[in-house]
């Protein structure tokens, strides 16, 4: 079955601090991998997104994963992080079969805390 | 960029009763539109695919008889909630993909059945 992993479930960093977060999926063949963010009371946003090219994506606010294909992983990662960015943090994949009809799954999420 | 838009933001409603919630594309036609669930605390779990004009597509343990989808157009995607119980009360969110954006998500639907 489809699947994707989050590893960390609930993070507390210290203002400053650098974040790494993991994803994994189970799937092979050509996919397409995303990281949304959910901060309190608000909407799903995308972060950044990766369909292809340079495995090293950025993203807004600061952000950037890698995708490593060899290893099925999408972490994301933010050199200093802010208060700001406390949220939860959902990566998600979905398999590229070239139509709209992709179906996008989510991992379980990670709720990050930032302490000023 | 793509904006989908749904509504209610909030219901309530009392058990025994249906509700139903909107999904529109506002900006972008989108014959795939995708209904999830978001238990709090927890991930979102994907319920079912809506396609325009034919029948969605549900996953594996989503009761096709109590969430009813339809999408009579390129545009709107309705999610149903039928005979509501308070077991049902959750966030519903609705998201649609523009091809070569990306999916573009509903601010959710939050749900409470008294």
């Known amino acids: 079955a489809q699947s994707v992993s989050q590893h960390n479930h609930h993070v507390i960093l210290s203002e400053a601090a650098s974040l790494e977060l993991g994803c994994n999926y189970s799937?092979?063949?050509?996919?397409?991998l995303f990281w949304y963010v959910q901060y309190p009371g608000q909407h799903l946003q995308l972060l950044l997104k990766?369909?292809?090219?340079?495995?090293l994506v950025k993203g807004i606010k600061g952000f950037e994963a890698e995708f490593i294909k060899s290893k099925f992983s999408f972490n994301l990662r933010k050199p200093s992080v802010q208060w700001s960015d406390t949220a939860e943090y959902f990566c998600?994949?979905?398999?590229?079969?070239?139509?709209?009809?992709?179906?996008?799954?989510f991992g379980t999420g990670t709720l990050l805390a930032v302490q000023p | 960029g793509a904006v989908v838009s749904q509504h209610p933001s909030r219901v309530i409603c009392k058990s025994g009763t249906s509700v139903k919630i909107e999904c529109r594309s506002l900006?972008?036609?989108?014959?795939?539109m995708f209904w999830y669930r978001q238990f709090p605390k927890q991930s979102l779990m994907l319920m079912a695919t809506?396609?325009?004009?034919?029948?969605?597509t549900y996953e594996q343990g989503v009761e096709k008889d109590k969430f009813l989808i339809n999408h009579a157009s390129l545009t709107l995607s309705t999610l149903t909630v039928t005979s509501a119980h308070p077991e049902d009360s959750s966030f519903y969110i609705c998201?649609?993909?523009?091809w070569g954006f990306g999916y573009t998500f509903g601010s959710g639907t939050r749900l409470t059945v008294v």
């Open positions: 998201s649609a993909r523009e």
């Open positions: 799937y092979g063949g050509t996919v397409n």
């Open positions: 990766y369909f292809s090219g340079d495995p």
């Open positions: 998600a994949v979905n398999r590229d079969y070239g139509g709209a009809t992709n179906k996008l799954i």
């Open positions: 900006d972008f036609q989108a014959t795939t």
């Open positions: 809506s396609n325009e004009g034919s029948k969605a």
